[in-house]
């Protein structure tokens, strides 16, 4: 397989970064994608002998995990210029550019490694219904598979807001008291509870928030929002709100929806539901690392 040369998007990065990282959707199957460890090349002002390893550019040939669509990253930092340029994505998609030298290591590592396993939990799920729905040829069973589906690419949204959050909100002493700030039922069950010896911060969080619905609720966006983070940003709600209403049917009621009828789904509602929820887990990462380069930016 070969990358599109008809494709070209071009990027900036900053002159002075040691690696960066790349986000942007997939052009062969519309997920979002995370590029991490790019190297960047050194600056140089000199004119590259022919064969010069540090000739100010550098190359990366990656691939989407879940399609395998090719991308060619080339970077060129001859006298400064920070400018790159990926194969394989049209020229106005959207891409964002992170210097990962600026993300703080214990929580950089954190939110990728939450985000990894969240996307490939839906990956899973989705591979795991392109293998055995065209092995199914009664009706009832396969609509048994769908549901259970649906209501895992949910569970993977709640799963990932809910850490997300936690790990927003313990990410300083001054995350801690803009939450405490903002959630004061909260904040007030967190020291009740910290009265009780051997117990921490973070223990604590984790109980009380453990309670709570991570549907993108207007309480959930309200957490999100003391950091100024729009988890539903670029989001389709009603497609969100109907899966969680379907979700809600499935699991409390066996599948009837208010209005006693049999919830029934199809593959586009369940393609439909994972790219929104891919999409909402990729904008909430990019608005995190956001978040975190302003807060080294002004420290």
């Given at each position: ?43 140089t002002f000199e004119h590259p002998e022919p064969d010069d390893l540090n000739d100010g ?89 769908y549901k259970l589906i649906y209501v895992s690419f949910i569970a993977c949204m709640e ?101 006693n009828n049999i919830t029934s789904l199809s593959r586009e509602d369940i393609d439909a ?27």
């Amino acid at each position: 397989m070969r990358t599109d040369g008809s494709k070209l998007k071009k990027f900036e990065f900053p002159p002075e970064a040691y690696a960066i990282r790349l986000y942007f959707k997939c052009e062969g199957c519309q997920n979002e994608i995370a590029l991490y460890d790019i190297e960047c090349p050194a600056i140089t002002f000199e004119h590259p002998e022919p064969d010069d390893l540090n000739d100010g550019t550098s190359h990366k040939t990656c691939s989407c995990k879940y399609c395998g669509h090719l991308y060619d990253v080339d970077l060129n930092n001859r006298y400064g210029a920070g400018m790159g340029t990926i194969k394989g994505l049209y020229e106005n998609a959207s891409v964002y550019v992170v210097n990962q030298e600026s993300i703080d290591t214990v929580f950089q590592e954190k939110i990728q490694d939450q985000y990894s396993h969240i996307v490939n939990q839906c990956y899973d799920a989705d591979k795991m219904l392109q293998e055995i729905d065209p092995l199914i040829i009664n009706e009832e069973t396969r609509q048994y598979l769908y549901k259970l589906i649906y209501v895992s690419f949910i569970a993977c949204m709640e799963e990932y807001l809910y850490f997300t959050l936690i790990n927003l909100i313990t990410l300083s002493e001054d995350n801690k008291d803009a939450f405490g700030a903002n959630a004061e039922k909260i904040r007030r069950k967190i020291e009740n509870e910290l009265l009780i010896p051997g117990k921490s911060y973070e223990e604590v969080l984790k109980s009380i928030l453990l309670k709570r619905t991570f549907h993108p609720t207007e309480e959930i966006c309200g957490y999100y929002n003391i950091y100024g983070i729009d988890i539903l940003e670029g989001i389709s709600k009603k497609i969100l709100d109907d899966a969680i209403d379907i979700r809600n049917d499935i699991m409390h009621r066996n599948g009837l929806n208010i209005h006693n009828n049999i919830t029934s789904l199809s593959r586009e509602d369940i393609d439909a539901l994972k790219n929104e929820v891919l999409k909402l887990i990729g904008n909430v990462e990019t608005q995190v690392v956001k978040y975190i380069r302003n807060i080294e930016i002004h420290d």
